[in-house]
Nanobody
Framework: EVRLVESGGGLVQVGESLRLSCAASGLTFTDYQIGWFRQVSGEDREGVAFIDASGGNTHYVDSVKGRFAVSRDNTKNLVYLQMNNLKSEDTAIYYC??????????????????WGRGTLVTVSS
């Protein structure tokens, strides 16, 4: 059984930082690209950051470029999302998702086969 489990969410003030983690099990981790998505109630899920299977390539949505950094540790089946200089508009439930893609980066949520249950990030002003 494939499982993705996010952790690290919480309540922070504007300008502060958080690091989210995504722990994967039940899959050959190095075969999968990982995406971080976020969703606010009533809105569509938004792709935030993506990292390819090797960890050598990343992609970010414009709104988080320069503030967020995605990384992975393929020895531990972990993916991280370092979020700095958080803004109130970053408030959302953050999900990690896995897509069987050994090369390249895909950003469309519909392509992702496995999803975690999410972790809530609240940025208070």
């Amino acid at each position: 059984e494939v499982r993705l489990v996010e952790s690290g969410g919480g309540l922070v003030q504007v300008g502060e930082s958080l690091r989210l983690s995504c722990a994967a099990s039940g899959l050959t981790f190095t075969d999968y690209q990982i995406g971080w998505f976020r969703q606010v109630s009533g809105e569509d899920r938004e792709g935030v950051a993506f990292i390819d299977a090797s960890g050598g390539n990343t992609h970010y949505v414009d709104s988080v470029k320069g503030r967020f950094a995605v990384s992975r540790d393929n020895t531990k089946n972990l993916v991280y999302l370092q979020m700095n200089n958080l803004k109130s508009e970053d408030t959302a439930i953050y999900y990690c998702a896995a897509y069987f893609l050994q090369a390249g980066i895909a950003t469309q949520a519909r392509l992702y086969e496995y999803w975690g249950r999410g972790t809530l990030v609240t940025v208070s002003s």
